[in-house]
DNA sequence: ACCTGAACACCGTTCAAGT
DNA sequence: ACCTGAACACCGTTCAAGT
């Protein structure tokens, strides 16, 4: 592919996340990515610094796109809202969503969902324990993205997977074995398709009402 | 490093978890595995497939460790503990934690704990929610800790995303510039010490709190 | 200011050959 | 069965040199 010279950090960094979403981060390198720009790798350096700083940009590439609730709605809501639509985000590209997990980019303006989520809480009423709201919610919610999104085993290997699944000895498992329908293929660490193939929507609306049920039994009685 | 041989695929499962440990994955390569062994690359490949196939050794040699709480206390009680012995041995070895979330075994013993799990959430009586309750749980803890784990910018540049932090627009940030001295350093995103230094013990606390009042909130009425 | 061309010090993996 | 030695096809990064 070809490019025209100059090019620029942005379209650099539009390259890089296409290319981490199309084949993976694993395939994903400076050279290559210098190749389909038509430019040497040097290039890629005098305009982004090195391969994590490239990565950092790409991460912020993603979190910008995910765009705040309004303030209207109530706290709840707002809150199972904004979770939503991180999660949509990852799903929308879950290769470069896994990269951000690592929180490379340490850029001040992707502080801009934190600002408005501790402004909630505040306003929620979690007094002392605003960073522990904090913290529970965005591990939960960010890493169950994580976890959903963890790469399965390659296609070729999931019949595999599967077979070890159907398998399971029932003196070793016998609870697995026993809700094997309800859990095969849908659950943590026994699946053996995809994100894509098999969204666990359910399961991540389950965790929002537990979450934000939770946190309401916590505040002091002056809210509900 | 001298190594006696024949060597054994016990001998390489345990020298690449220490060497990640000490180095990180960052820094680990086969090539430089095999020179600590005092061993040819090729060596390696005879013993245990490729690298991809290693780190899933080196995973289940850590998701082993975790022993389950006994049965004899009361379901919240089992559920935290396991919760907390999870995250310890993640503190213990937060290198090859790092890497177990990526769910690269597929090692049908690391299922041990998913099946206890499991049980409990059974004998809880969740019923026909059991999927999305432990999807919710490991998602949540175990998401939580990755994130908690997430590497921290090089040791050299902590100050520098201190700096950025201190400077932070309370026009633009107006929530986090209020709440700075309970933040700053302690919540996700805002942190530039590691998680060995600052760890979130009660902000995983809180997180086990909230989770098992929610999940408790959705229980039929027969239990409590 | 921006890019080339070449080089350096690495990788993971394979394979014939040795014992 | 287990290991060597060499090779192949890559990496990220740096740097002098060009324009």
Redesign the pocket.
Known sequence: MRAE???TRDIIVTTAFRLIEERGLEQ?????LATELG?????L???VG???QLLGMVEFRWIEQVELPDHLTDWREWMAELARRYRRNAHEHPNVARLASLERARNNESLLIPDAIVGTLVRMGVGDQLVHAYNALMGAVRGFVVMELAPRAEPDAASDVEEDLRALDPEQFPNITEHFDEMADQALSMRWSNAAEHPLDDSFEFLVKVLLDGLAAQLPRTRK
């Open positions: 010279v100059p090019i994903f390198s400076m050279r290559s430019v040497f790798p040097a290039t350096y005098w305009h090195d391969r994590s």
